[in-house]
T-cell receptor, first 113, second 114 residues
């Protein structure tokens, strides 16, 4: 079955710096890759997602890149702010998996003012 | 309404109690999910309902019993739970249960089993 590995498990950056979180997946049939942000005590919130027919997607300070050949995708956050501090989860899904998202183990991002 | 809601926010129960968690969405989504989440770990899928029918059961113990009374509501009935079942229980919904349908999470119910 699908396996998603996420690195690093913790990441500390200074405010204004960039942060990059990487995920690799094992199932070449996976075609949907969402990223969720979860603040302490809150629900996971979708921040960006990418489907396998595109290689990059941007939304203001957040971008996701996908390399299907290498089976990895990355989250890029530019100009980080303290409110970006949270746990970030990547996930993968395939068209015939019935909605079964496979999550990475999470990255705890800390942005220091 | 663009949110998934869950009640109660917190629940404390003994191992002999019976309780239920409730989830509701009014986005017209036809797939609903139950997840269990331990602290700083990813959500673990428990059940998927697609068009009000149970489509995935991730080998969850029978002390957890899901129910989907209609397309907007999802319940999780709890009975004879163990302390290790203490966790955040998240509900989610998506337009369909297809592989690229975005899942939207509710705020969760924080369950403590004594």
């Amino acid at each position: 079955g699908e396996n998603v590995e996420q690195h690093p498990s913790t990441l500390s950056v200074q405010e204004g710096d960039s942060a990059v979180i990487k995920c690799t997946y094992s199932d070449s049939a996976s075609n949907y890759f969402p990223w969720y942000k979860q603040e302490l005590g809150k629900r996971p919130q979708l921040i960006i997602d990418i489907r396998s027919n595109v290689g990059e997607k941007k939304d203001q300070r957040i971008a996701v890149t996908l390399n299907k050949t290498a089976k990895h995708f990355s989250l890029h956050i530019t100009e980080t702010q303290p409110e970006d501090s949270a746990v970030y989860f990547c996930a993968a899904n395939r068209f015939n998996q019935g909605g079964k998202l496979i999550f990475g183990q999470g990255t705890e991002l800390s942005v220091k003012p | 309404d663009t949110e998934v809601t869950q009640t109660p926010k917190h629940l404390v129960m003994g191992m002999t109690n019976k309780k239920s968690l409730k989830c509701e969405q009014h986005m017209g989504h036809r797939a609903m999910y139950w997840y269990k989440q331990k602290a700083k770990k990813p959500p673990e899928l428990m059940f998927v309902y697609s068009y009000e029918k149970l489509s995935i059961n991730e080998s969850v113990p029978s002390r957890f019993s899901p129910e989907c009374p209609n397309s907007s509501l999802l319940n999780l009935h709890l009975h004879a739970l163990q302390p290790e079942d203490s966790a955040l229980y998240l509900c989610a919904s998506s337009r369909g249960a297809g592989g690229s349908d975005t899942q939207y999470f509710g705020p969760g119910t924080r369950l403590t089993v004594l």
